[in-house]
Nanobody, 115 residues
Framework: VQLQASGGGSVQAGGSLRLSCAAS????????MGWYRQAPGKQRELVAL???????NYADSVKGRFTITRANSKNTVYLQMNSLKPENTAVYFCKASSNSGIYYWGKGTQVTVSS
């Protein structure tokens, strides 16, 4: 199983980035997909989640600015991040979770937002 995250980078506050996470080795459509982030010195936290049926959940801090989508035909989940703030600086990880409790983490991608 491999989850390959990409799309991170450095942007100024107010800018946008689109993260992608391509999965292989799993039946992607059966998995809930999530984006998490971990800032230096802080615990990893949930950013956004999309279930296998397409329903979504967001952390309050990103509601209205971030959008999670999935393309089952491409085994890929996306995170569109708009109106980025310096406090959004973190390493962003994707996670695939099955209903049976099996989950997989991808390697992170760094997002840096400067003021």
């Amino acid at each position: 199983v491999q989850l390959q995250a990409s799309g991170g980078g450095s942007v100024q506050a107010g800018g946008s980035l689109r993260l992608s996470c391509a999965a292989s080795g799993i039946t992607f459509s059966n998995y809930a997909m999530g984006w998490y982030r971990q800032a230096p010195g802080k615990q990893r936290e949930l950013v956004a989640l999309i279930s296998s049926d397409g329903s979504t959940n967001y952390a309050d801090s990103v509601k209205g600015r971030f959008t999670i989508t999935r393309a089952n035909s491409k085994n890929t989940v996306y995170l569109q991040m708009n109106s980025l703030k310096p406090e959004n600086t973190a390493v962003y990880f994707c996670k695939a979770s099955s209903n049976s409790g099996i989950y997989y983490w991808g390697k992170g991608t760094q997002v840096t937002v400067s003021s």
